[in-house]
């Protein structure tokens, strides 16, 4: 069902060019543009030698070991938040209006996998399905306090149900805002307003989890981390941090120390979990998330995104160029800025101290100082 | 040549009897009407007006014109930048110094109060996301009081603010203040006085607050005009020096200052008819045509000259001052005409180009040339009549005649093959060479800041300071992106703007673009705690007015129809704006819309690209033009091809050669520029067709080729090489313009005038030794 929506898509793309149809970006190619490196850059992943950058116009470009960067072609125009390299061949990358889009070939042709008009049809029957659920078991029940509880229930879902019909009439709103896949079939996107999906068939269909997760005011769900045994941790809007160790099918919500948004996570190579946000907060747990662990960087800004080292470093990217650099065996932490100082999205390690950033500017470069210059936290 | 002086000659023309029967009348005529319009040229007003410099029938300028008030906010404003020598900007005796220049301006006629933005105004403030949402203040808070602490608050402040590189320089040893300017007073409804602005800035801002320790830039439109202005009055006092100089020279020529004086002051009520006509009909005198009183007097002297040599002539072989006055004025008066006339029609070619000011500058040229009729051929003799030569004149033209002159005789040689060949010959190499040359020759303006001002000078300085300093670039590419009422953020119209920008962001030359999808997706990403993944343009319409609620006035216009989409460029190089232009016709050809028009253009360099393109295509129809009058003109008057292409060849040579000197000197042709290709071909050709009459006469004498060009030379020959002295000599003096446009008219035009008149002594007797002119086999021999 949902591949024939798809290769309808696809046919009525590559006719829109010709036809005075509105421009729309879910359906328009990405721009080739001899600046995309300077693009406003979102994503950032790496896979042995290979690097993936994505952003704003569905631009994708690519580096496959020490040739220079290259756009590939993309199908699609929105902005592109998250890129995912599965294995050799499978790439996914996920982002605005509801635009999921795959390669199967490591990144040489790609296809448009969902799209927001497609997402609304799989959350909107799921929502009111949920809504009628909810109506009945009112109807049944004769405790005065439950019933309250479920009206509540009930109103908090009918916010989200008209943030859905909204979208039926000026088209899909919501933005993916990461997307990860455990292997070649197994993967998750989540998305704003609490939006998340899972696959096990590789993209063909996608289930609707959003009630999985305890979420009844629908943050946004800003990242998905797995660790070494599978362990799942979303993390979200206003200290939202849930866990899940069945593949995604029950989530356990965890106390955070923190109620501002986490922006991203990472496991470190003892199997710690760190995670950070807003106005430059870090925290670990050793013990995946039942208790956590403050640091501090010495910074106000966002701290957006981070990767770990091959030396067991992590690195942590942020606003204004803030770069964190923590060493977890001694809790020694460094804080740098880069020149540009502009927002960075995304991080990854080139070689011993050279990295890679993606942010406002596009891609960057930066090598951490080996005479410990920066500020210690 | 006993008879021609009678006076009562039965062939003494109408007009030679109309002007001498009732001299006294005329002269009184010439002083009442000399009178008035001395009372009109006092009034002239300089005028600068900004339309009236821009191809204003042109698409893009109508289409600017139309949105013009929409984009004044944006566009009309100055910066003034406080530098201090040293240290940083965070030091308390600068920021009292940065306080009390923001405080000042507010009392400069023409601010626009509410706008004035610097780190003391404010409306200028710090924010950043916190768990609690946005917080935020003004960068200078009350409880500043210049205490290090505070000092080291308002730097966290500055730097939180994103004000670095816009209104606090890179390297924080410069702060700026933007102050938009208000084109209509909202009170009094006056037009803003660009000039007494400027004034006021100097006055009240530089001279007041520069010190050791503090300097001041000052950068934006209104500043070009005014020091436009400025400038353009200074060049008043080349007129003088113009005058001082043409003397000398006629003094040197005649020997006599008596008719020295008569010359100068002919030419001069010459200059004083023209401005009052111009004040009459209205106009004024804009910095282009202020080109024409200079080219009036020189006109008219070098017509004055030929008039006071044929007095003296004639005195010589022995007539009274009236009888040799009126025998130079009958000898004179057609050629004259003709002369004059070419020159007018030539002037007049230059309508073809549709810019005001050189619309102008062709009537207020037509008028002087007009005028230089009724002066130096009217009242010139009239006053000799009455004057006479000196004695002294009359006998240094004596004893001249009594001399061979070498350098009529060094001249002559061009029509011997010995001289004649190699003279074609190298003349051939240098026209290849003036082609290959002036294949690199550009349309429009080549240098950066503000082109009309010298690349020296202290606004291009300040200008040079700015875009060292800050993130800016002057050189704005304004896109009209246009919806019908009420849409103009609209998301289909909004997403598709902002695809635009990074169409255009990715054209060469193109810095960056700014436009309300940029605040609109910067206002996404702070919406949500200023995270990046949401910086795209959101479908919901609530979400995208929440999104743009903090945009800055002036990025969508009143009535939601039109949003600026602002390109700032690298430079405004022709080939860059070409570009520019063309990827925008480009884009709305790929993405057509019903609801979205993307309009070209305003900016300074939206303007300019029009400019250019006008100048472009004005360039080819004008030179056409020119040569078509003047080849007309010749082919009427000597009825011969061979004679037409010994004069027009020349001519050519000389347009090649100063499009070479302009690649060479990398000036482009501009608005400035192109009439002085026409105007050194119409004037040019006054030469060859002086020398060439008289050639005619001597050839059909049946004398040989090398005699009649001798011949012609010493009836004319001085005077040809004293009118082009005297012509490049009018012009010379505006090398030295602050305004560098009117220098490089200066330039080109002393240039052309020198070298068509060599060109007309050596290749007019080249060209017809070639074309084997004159009687057959008489030609090897000189007879001299």
Known sequence: ?377 | MQDNLSVAHAKVPLMERALFAARKLWLFIFIGITAFLLYQAAQVRPDASFTKMIPSNHEFVQNYFKYGDDLASLGNAVRVSVETTEGTIFDADYQETLRQITDELNYIPGVNRSGIRSVWTPNVRWSEVTEQGFVGGPVIPDTYDGSPASLENLRKNVLRSGEVGNLVANNFRSALIYVPLNEIDPETGEQLDYHQFSLNLEERIRAKYQSDKINIQIVGFAKVVGDLIDGALQVGIFFILAMLITFAMLYGYSRCVRSSLIVLLCSVIAVVWQLGIINLIGSGINPYSMLVPFLVFAIGVSHGVQVITAVMAYRVDGAEKLQASRLAFRSLYIAGLTALASDAIGFTTLMVIDIEVIKELAIAASIGVAVIVLTNLGLLPILTSYFGVSQGGIQHLEQARLKQDKVQKWFQHFTQPKWAKPAIAVAVVMAVIGVWQGQSLQIGDLDSGAPELRADSRYNLDNAFMVENYSSSTDIFVVMAETPPGECIAWENMVLMDRFQWHMENVPGVQTTRSITYVSKLGMAGINEGNLKWYSINRDNFVLNASISQAPSGLINRDCSMAPMIIYLNDHKADTLNRVVAEVRAFSAEFPSENLDFLLAAGNSGIEAATNIVIEEAQFKMLVWVYGVVIALCLLTFRSLRTVICIVLPLMFTTIMSQALMAWLDIGIKVATLPVIALGVGIGVDYGIYIYSKMREALAQNMSLSDSYGYALSKTGKAVGFTGLTLAIGVATWIFSPIKFQADMGLLLTFMFIWNMLGALILIPALAYVLKVGPKGKNKEPVM
Do not use: C
């Open chain 1, 1 to 377: 069902m949902i591949r024939i929506a798809v290769a309808t898509s696809v046919l009525l793309a590559s006719f829109g060019a010709q036809a005075a149809e509105p421009y729309d970006p879910i359906t328009t190619p990405a721009p080739q543009a001899v600046r995309a490196e300077h693009a406003a850059l979102v994503g950032l992943d790496q896979r042995g030698d290979q690097l993936l950058a994505s952003g704003v116009f569905g631009t994708v470009i690519e580096k496959e070991g020490e040739a220079s960067w290259q756009q590939l072609e993309i199908p699609t125009s929105v902005l592109l938040t998250s890129i995912d390299i599965v294995d050799e061949e499978h790439i996914w990358a996920a982002g605005h209006d509801g635009v999921i889009v795959q390669s199967t070939d490591g990144g040489k042709s790609w296809q448009r996998r969902l799209d927001g008009y497609q997402l609304l049809n799989l959350e909107y029957p799921w929502l009111q399905a949920k809504m009628t659920a909810l109506e009945a078991k009112i109807a049944e029940t004769d405790d005065a306090y439950e019933a309250e509880e479920l009206e509540f229930a009930l109103e908090e879902l009918g916010f989200l149900m008209s943030g859905l019909e909204i979208q039926f009439e000026v088209g899909p709103t919501k933005p993916f805002l990461d997307i990860h896949f455990l292997d070649r079939s197994t993967g998750f996107a989540i998305a704003a307003y609490g939006t998340l999906l899972k696959t096990t068939d590789g993209g063909d269909t996608w289930q609707v989890l959003n009630d999985k997760i305890e979420n009844p005011y629908g943050y946004h769900l800003n990242k998905i981390v797995s660790d070494q045994e599978q362990r799942l941790y979303v993390l979200g809007e206003y200290g939202l941090m849930s866990r899940s160790t069945d593949l995604g099918e029950s989530w356990d919500t965890l106390d955070t120390p923190y109620d501002g948004s986490f922006f991203g996570g990472v496991v470190d190579q003892n199997g710690t979990l760190w995670v950070f946000g807003l106005r430059g907060n870090i925290f670990s747990s050793s013990d995946h998330g039942e208790s956590f662990q403050g640091h501090f960087a010495n910074t106000n800004y966002n701290l957006n995104s981070g990767t770990v080292l091959d030396d067991g470093r992590i690195v942590l990217v942020g606003h204004s160029g803030v770069i964190v650099v923590i060493e977890p065996d001694t809790d020694t932490i460094t804080t740098h800025t880069h020149e540009s100082s502009v927002s960075i999205m995304g991080v990854r390690q080139l070689h011993g101290n050279e990295l890679i950033l993606v942010g406002r500017a596009g891609l960057q470069r930066f090598t951490i100082p080996t005479d410990v210059t920066g500020m210690k936290g």
